[in-house]
């Protein structure tokens, strides 16, 4: 006997035959199968369960459900959740307890799909926050993997900001709100915007809270509109209206400032109730009527540019932010209504004279028909009765023809003074507007600018023809006066 086995004692004990047969001494296989059998879960094929992960790679990810083998799913399953590890646990459709190779057949995608619908409309009732994989762009928005099923985001629902690059989302697990859901055709639309504007609502109250009007804060210009721009000053916006960006007028607000620059702002006004806040930029520089010259009075000349037109006048602006207003009757010395478009254009260079200037209204009225002389001041000397004249017909009335000698001096033609043979009912018989006419000059009202013209009296008074040739005879000359009185009226 060895060394090696003189002191081993044979194992009495020992069963050979649980050895031999794998199986307790008494105890049959069929017994021991299904003893192992009620250690595992009970899993029927077509049910929802849940399970625990227990591997995940970049292709596989491999769950345990309590069965007897594990099941394997696709990892593009679970691409909606970046953050899936090992532990966590997760429903799961079970296809196939076994298939022919007795393998556990899995899917998450359908254990989502057989549940989602109940999981979207509770997060529409209770109107909590889920996650979605944004799977790719769309017309007017995205489409979401939300539960396994196809939401649609829309443009503008993804930001409070304007997007400008929809692809940089394509691909990104983000958190939702369901905001609408049509049972009928299954639709589901969901918005991450409504996340940020509640989150920006509280921010809102808060800031709003501690907001003071002529407060300076710096803020971030959001958008540019042709009214105005708005300034995110930290979770809440604010308007600047286009009239606040700068003393002088200002025609496009990019002209002013651009996308995404900071700049600092002064608190004009805010609304507490509607959230509004009114914010002023020119109102951190000096008012250019502050530095206006101090010796400029009035009669003084000035050149500036024509900025805004109106039929009533235009404004001129003499240095930025410093406007005098040019009134239409103050463009020339006519008396005819006319408007300030058939003077002047926006853009012209103009010299004035100072008419009226208020200081403290920060007010000023121009006139440039000052420039050039009255025509009524040498009335008389230019136009003296029984002078005759060219002029031009403006308009009629009635009663005559007014006609325009040079640029302010006016006068009229009464209906009786046009022809001495023609009886004129109304002066468009005789002649027409902007119709060239040939006038004398019968009186003169120099306080209320009037010119009364003939222009009968040009030609000979056919009266006078027939008095210097019928001379002879009382019956004659009885017959002359009573015709005269009957031309002149008089009967």
Partial sequence: MSELTKNVK???DFNWDEFENGTPAGVSKEELDKAYDETLNKVADHQVVEGKVISVDKKEVVVNIGYKSDGIIPASEFRYNPDLKIGDLVEVYVESAEDKKGQLILSH???RMSKSWDKVNEALESDAIIQGFIKCRTKGGMIVDVFGIEAFLPGSQIDVHPI??????????????????????????VSHKALIEQELEAQKKEIIGKLEKGQILEGTVKNITSYGVFVDLGGVDGLIHITDLSWGRVDDPHKVVELDQKINVVILDFDDEKRRIALGLKQLTPHPWDALDADLKVGDHVKGKVVVIADYGAFVE?????EGLIHVSEMSWSQHLRSAQEFLKVGDEVEAVILTLDRDERKMSLGIKQLREDPWENIEAKYPVGSKHNAKV??????????ELEEGVDGLIHISDLSWTKKVKHPSEFT????????????????NRR?????KQLEENPWDVFEAKYTVGSDQRDAREGRRCISRGER
């Avoid at 010119?451 to 222009?455: A, E, I, N, V």
């Fill in 432 to 447: 027409q507007v902007g119709a060239q006419i040939d006038v004398i000059v019968l009186d003169i009202d120099k306080e």
């Fill in 109 to 111: 995608k359908k254990a």
């Fill in 394 to 403: 403006r308009n009629f009335t009635n009663f005559g023809v007014f006609v």
């Fill in 10 to 12: 044979p194992l009495d």
């Fill in 451 to 455: 010119l009364s013209l003939g222009h």
């Fill in 164 to 189: 400008r690059d929809y692809d940089q989302f394509v691909g990104k697990t983000m958190e939702f709100k369901v905001v609408k859901i049509n049972q009928e055709f299954r639709n589901v639309v």
């Fill in 318 to 322: 003499i240095q930025p932010g410093v």
